[in-house]
């Protein structure tokens, strides 16, 4: 199935532990996002990813650090977890504004991690 | 500054009871305008693109259409499983590849 995935699905830890989440898609697409979504279900945007290059960073505390070891694959490690960190973090892929003729592209989204920070 | 808002932020049908939803945008020019549908304990579910005023794009049930100020998700003779948080998007010109989501329609269509 051509779909963009994560692991793990649930992820339930410690105020204070380090922890990772991985995304990987295989529809052939050069950009990856990470969105984190909030207990009122809206969408923010994290960090996006073209071709391994970092391309958006938004105000995110820095113990969150993406890291893309291919074009395929983005991953997100949070250090020293804090309660507030608890949500839903979806990754998503779309074609580069290049691909598409700068037209709107459309993201494509994995399952979600639902993280729980006690 | 770029901002996306949905409404109504919850909506209970009937079954067979047509109705639309609302997002309203203002942009520093539109790259893209997205519809998507999300249910519980899953990722977005992408729907329709549009690009420009006056375009229109139809599927199944569901119809999205586009002026320079909102979008309107037109739902026909809706469906028990058409129930879902419907989320709007837009991509301006101003940023690269980053899209700007509302906060969704919570649709509920009672059998």
């Known amino acids: 199935d051509t779909a963009v995935s994560q692991t793990p699905k649930y992820l339930v830890t410690q105020m204070g532990n380090d922890k990772s989440i991985k995304c990987e898609q295989n529809?052939?697409?050069?950009?990856m996002y990470w969105y984190k979504q909030d207990s009122k279900k809206f969408l923010k945007i994290m960090f996006s990813?073209?071709?391994?290059?970092?391309?958006i960073n938004e105000t995110v505390p820095n113990r969150f650090s993406p890291k893309s070891p291919d074009k395929a694959h983005l991953n997100l490690h949070i250090n020293s977890l804090e309660l507030g960190d608890s949500a839903v973090y979806f990754c998503?892929?779309?074609?580069?504004?290049?691909?598409?003729?700068?037209?709107?592209?459309?993201?494509?989204f994995g399952p979600g991690t639902r993280l729980t920070v006690l | 500054e770029d901002q996306v808002t949905q409404s109504p932020e919850a909506l209970r049908l009937q079954e067979g009871e047509s109705s639309s939803l609302n997002c309203s945008y203002t942009?520093?020019?539109?790259?893209?305008l997205f519809w998507y549908r999300q249910d519980p304990g899953k990722g977005p579910e992408f729907l329709f693109t549009?690009?420009?005023a006056g375009e229109e794009k139809e599927k199944e049930r569901l119809k999205a259409t586009l002026t320079k100020k909102e979008s309107f998700l037109h739902i026909t003779a809706p469906k028990p499983e058409d129930s879902a948080t419907y989320l709007c998007?837009?991509?301006?010109?101003?940023?690269?590849?980053?899209?700007?989501f509302g906060s969704g329609t919570r649709l509920s269509i009672r059998p």
């Open positions: 998503a892929s779309s074609q580069d504004l290049v691909t598409s003729g700068g037209m709107g592209n459309e993201q494509f």
């Open positions: 529809l052939g697409h050069d950009t």
């Open positions: 990813y073209n071709n391994k290059e970092l391309i």
């Open positions: 942009v520093s020019g539109l790259r893209g």
């Open positions: 549009l690009y420009s």
């Open positions: 998007a837009v991509q301006p010109y101003s940023s690269a590849s980053k899209i700007i």
